[in-house]
Structure formats: C-alpha cells, structure tokens
C-alpha cells in the first residue's frame, strides 16, 4: 500500500485561529481528516506530523526515509524561506515532495519570494486556500499511479 506523508511546518497548528483572511477557517485536523480520508479511497496509507521545530521536522523527514514513505506533501510555512536543512534533508532521502501554501506567496511579501523546496519539489501548489492540500493529495495519487511499477 503506498505510504504518504503530510508534514507541516511551524504555526499550521494554530490553522481555524490564524490570520483566517489569509489562511481560512479550516483546522489542521480537518485538512489531515479530509486527506486521510482520500488517500484511504485511493488505497493509500497517511501519516500527518506537524512540527514548528526545524530539527523535529528534519527528523521525521529523515524517518521517512527508513519507513517507506514513498511520497511527501510538505507545506514547509516560514522554513520555505529559510531553511537550507530541510532542503538538504530532503535532498538526502530523495522522496518525491508536493509544495503546498494556502496562500500565494509570490503575491506576498519580497522575502516570501524565494522557496528553498521548489526546485527541487515534484510541483508546487499555492494558493487556493485549504482546497491547495486537496489538490496536491490528488496530484500526489495521480503521480503514484503514474509511477506505480
Ligand atoms: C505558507 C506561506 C508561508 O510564507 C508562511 O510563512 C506560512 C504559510 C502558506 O501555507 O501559505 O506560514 O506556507
């Protein structure tokens, strides 16, 4: 059964509370609730694991590397602008990832210009608010099906 990971990044737990006009009014728990429930239709497996610690998310990234994992959907938060860790860490696993942001950072702030994961990611959606993690869960099961040998 194909194995997925969501991983959030630092202030996505606090999703429902957290500037809604740019976030929504969703929880983290609703999304992760949503995308297990369309990973298990396409008879996948999920896990979800929130961190707002680089080295925590870095950990869980290298884990994913001895679990199984064969496709990640990361919404790296402010980490895509800064962190040059997760990068290297997701370079070293060498799983496929999907970017995902609620928002469209290129409409947003100069320093939100830059993404340390997009280069280097499967794709990038951004954008469409909570529907952006529905959008990448079905990019990433069209990918796996895609590559499925
Ligand atoms: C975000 C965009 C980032 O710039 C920001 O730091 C976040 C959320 C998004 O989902 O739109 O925390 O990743």
Redesign the pocket.
């Known amino acids: 059964m194909p194995k997925i990971l969501l991983l959030n990044?630092?202030?996505?737990h606090l999703l429902g509370q957290r500037e809604p006009h740019?976030?929504a009014k969703r929880t983290l728990a609703d999304i992760e609730n949503e995308l297990s429930a369309l990973a298990k239709e396409a008879g996948h497996s999920l896990g979800c694991y929130q961190s707002d610690a680089e080295h925590e998310l870095l950990h869980r990234i290298h884990g994913s590397g001895e679990d199984g994992t064969d496709l990640i959907l990361f919404?790296?938060?402010?980490f895509?602008?800064t962190s040059v860790a997760l990068r290297d860490g997701l370079l070293a696993i060498g799983i496929p990832f999907i970017e995902?942001?609620?928002?469209?950072?290129a409409t947003?702030e100069p320093f939100?210009q830059q993404s340390f994961f997009a280069d280097i990611a499967l794709g990038v959606i951004?954008g469409f608010g909570p529907h952006?993690y529905r959008l990448a869960m079905q990019a990433a099961i069209e990918h796996l099906a895609d590559t499925a040998g």
Do not use: E, F, K
Request: glycine content about 4%; charged content about 10%; overall charge positive.
């Open positions: 990044g630092p202030n996505l740019l976030y919404n790296p938060a402010a895509t602008h995902i942001h609620m928002s469209n950072p947003r939100r951004a952006s």
